[in-house]
C-alpha cells in the first residue's frame, strides 16, 4: 500500500497487525481487479486502523468502501471488559463512541471520496442490502451471535468470484476466542462455496466459487 496511507494505518488505534493489514488490501486488490465495478463492505471498522488499508486498495480499483459499524464498541470493548478503552467514552452519554476518532482517521488519511461510513448494527444493514460486493472484510462483535448474524448477512452479498477475509480466526484457543472460526470460518468453508484463499496471521481470505 502507499507509504502514507500504511503509516497512518499503524499509528491508528486498533488490533491488526500491519502484515495482517498488508494481506487485506492485496486480497482486496486481487478483489477489486477480478470484480470491476463491484464495491467492497467492512464490518467492524472502530477506530479506522483496517478501513485504510481498504480504502487504499478500493482507490487504486477506483470503486467504493462501504464500512459499517455502530460504533458504540463490541461486547468485549464494554467498559470493564479486555478490550476497553476509556478514551473513547463520550462523557455526554457515559457510552462508547468511536466515531469521531474514525471521521478523524479518515480525513487525516484522505480517503473521505472512496469511503462511505455506515453508521448502523451489521445485522440491519445486511438485511436490507441488496448489491453484490466484490470482498467483504468481517471483523465486528466477537459474541456467538453478532458473529453467526455476520456470516449469515454477509455471506450471501459476496458475488460469485468475490472474495470473504475475516479477522480473529483462531485455530488454538490459547491464541484467542474462537468464535470467528466456528461461526464464520468453518461454515463458510463447509457450505462448499468458499475456498480459501489465503491466510495471515489471524486473516484467513476465502474466495466464493464463480
Ligand atoms: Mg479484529
Redesign the pocket.
Known sequence: PPRRIRELAIATKG??PPEEGDALWSAALEAGHALPGLAFLEV?AYCGRSTLWLAAAARECGTTLWSLDHHAGSEEQQAGWEWHDASLVDPATGRMDSLPTYLATLERAGVRDVVVPIVGRSRDVSARWIAPLAFVFI?GGHGVEPARDDWRGWGPRVAPGGYLAI??VFVDPRDGGRTPHDEIYVPALASGEYRESSAVG?LRVLQRAS
Open positions: 488490533f491488526m467492524g471483523d479477522h480473529d489471524s
